[in-house]
């Protein structure tokens, strides 16, 4: 999982500077130093704008803006001092969900708002809009800014809204890699999934579908195709890979989730790539052509390619060009005073590996969010010390004769070790000089899988042969932990 790093400089200071707004007769609570404030450089700036909530704006409306709400709710600073503004029609809500069981079909209990709203699945509170409301947190909805003045500390929405802030926190994810025009990235039938509104379309099809292709190997694929299976339809994974999530799968542990997916009735078509989608007479996709002329008959194609960060009108700040993203340092502050980013489009120092890095999860959008908050309201100044996780969860609807769910830690370099026959327990281990670096398991105890991030974060030395020659999942996890206590 080893990403490209690059120099970066952690200056930055904070503004908390805030126009006249209502909030302003509010006290900030002692603990509230304003380090690096902009309040004696400016006077009170009386113009009309859009939100009353002034002083803190999140833009975005994933998983990172409902966390770090929360921790302003937590911290006594969102009644009245909060603004949210979002291109959805929504409240944030727990992203993951959306290739999962929001796909699953009627018969099959799929997920749906509210139940998903953050922060339920970080174990809190369900954030409904009431909630939002009840906190004193203003909500502007289906209205995404496009425009930013940051000496004027100033932004843009595509309504023509004016909105004020005095600190700013980007929160705008990713946005899903599409396919051009030219070879039918947008025809009906075509689907790329981010947002409640890209599933429901998916959704809308998947019930009038018979054969389904899924463009790419990785989560969005994997997770789909489990979920068309749901649905009895014909489905094709295509992908340019030797093998499923190669970022991350030893080619033994794809292999063996391939089988899985076969068994449900999934096909493969490895090593292929595509030169186009075609129409029929109705303007609708009826098939996918690949490079070598062949095609595969598809009612529906979802595209899961991958995703880029969302910049927007942010790409005056500093990016890393390595792995894109905003830059930002161990608090989450960009090179501009005031200015923070969290999430997926956050570039940010990896400390446990010494690298920069960038993190398309759930897991690091919740943890950033909250660190960046804490960062800013209180005098908590720690750097951020994130320790990768993946994970997985798929065939998981009702019926299904074998449901899956896998977890990750830490960094798969150096030599794997794999244990176990996939019935259901498997578990990878990856060795570098010695030492514990990242580790897999599929179908853990809840036991197990809470000693994952211990053995990955402390990366004791273990006997690689004695761990290759366990006989067991539960005997490996043993040795590891008795390596980890020695």
Known sequence: MALASTTFSTKSGLSLWCPTSPSLARRLPSRFSPIGSRIASRGLVTASFANENREFVIIGGGNAAGYAARTFVENGMADGRLCIVTKEAYAPYER??????????????????????????????????????????????????????????????????????????????????????KIGGNLPGVHYIREVADADSLISSLGKAKKVVIVGGGYIGMEVAAAAVAWNLDTTIVFPEDQLLQRLFTPSLAQRYEELYRQNGVKFVKGASINNLEAGSDGRVTAVKLADGSTIEADTVVIGIGAKPAIGPFETLAMNKSIGGIQVDGLFRTSTPGIFAIGDVAAFPLKIYDRMTRVEHVDHARRSAQHCVKSLLTAHTDTYDYLPYFYSRVFEYEGSSRKVWWQFYGDNVGEAVEVGNFDPKIATFWIDSGRLKGVLVESASPEEFQLLPKLARNQPIVDKAKLASASSVEEALEIAQAALQS
């Not at 004193?136 to 800014?145: A, K, L, R, S």
């Open 96 to 181: 993951p969900a959306l290739t999962k069981a929001y796909l699953f079909p009627p018969e099959k209990k799929p997920a749906r708002l509210p139940g998903f709203h953050t922060c339920v699945g970080g174990g809190g509170e369900r954030q409904t809009p009431d909630w939002y409301k009840e906190k004193g947190i203003e909500m502007i909805y289906e209205d995404p800014v496009t425009g930013a003045d940051f000496e004027k500390q100033t932004l843009t929405t595509n309504t023509g809204k004016q909105l004020k802030y005095g600190s700013l926190i980007i929160a705008t994810g990713c946005t899903a890699s599409r396919f051009p025009d």
